[in-house]
């Protein structure tokens, strides 16, 4: 079992950058594939990136593509999230995930494929 803790969040200006961390708990970080999923008031979560146990294959929606980066260091048991050029479409509770099952090459951007959520972090856009 893995718990995991979110920060970085906060209000930012269009145009703007933040760092979102998510701290995990425990020795086995590195046997998890990562990914961020995003919610906005009255919407459903969306995905928005992921990332393999190893670091070597990532993934990101295409409206984060080119703006949004996943990575992870698995010495600090820590993923993160560099968001650049942030819209204020962008403004969602951001949430990480963690899951372990052999099927998450097939489908990263299924929640199905995560089973340890954080509490989530607000980020705020204004325009």
């Known amino acids: 079992q893995v718990q995991l803790v979110e920060s970085g969040g906060g209000l930012v200006q269009a145009g703007g950058s933040l760092r979102l961390s998510c701290a995990a708990s425990g020795r086995t970080f590195s046997s998890y594939n990562m990914g961020w999923f995003r919610q906005a008031p009255g919407k459903e979560r969306d995905f928005v990136a992921a990332i393999s146990l190893s670091g070597y294959m990532t993934y990101h929606a295409d409206s984060v593509k080119g703006r949004f980066t996943i990575s992870r260091d698995n010495a600090k048991n820590t993923l993160y999230l560099q968001m650049n050029s942030l819209k204020p479409e962008d403004t969602a509770v951001y949430r990480c995930?963690?899951?372990?099952?052999?099927?998450?090459?097939?489908?990263?951007?299924?929640?199905?494929?995560?089973?340890?959520w954080g509490q989530g972090t607000q980020v705020t856009v204004s325009s």
């Open positions: 995930a963690a899951g372990r099952r052999t099927s998450w090459f097939l489908g990263p951007r299924s929640e199905s494929e995560y089973d340890y």
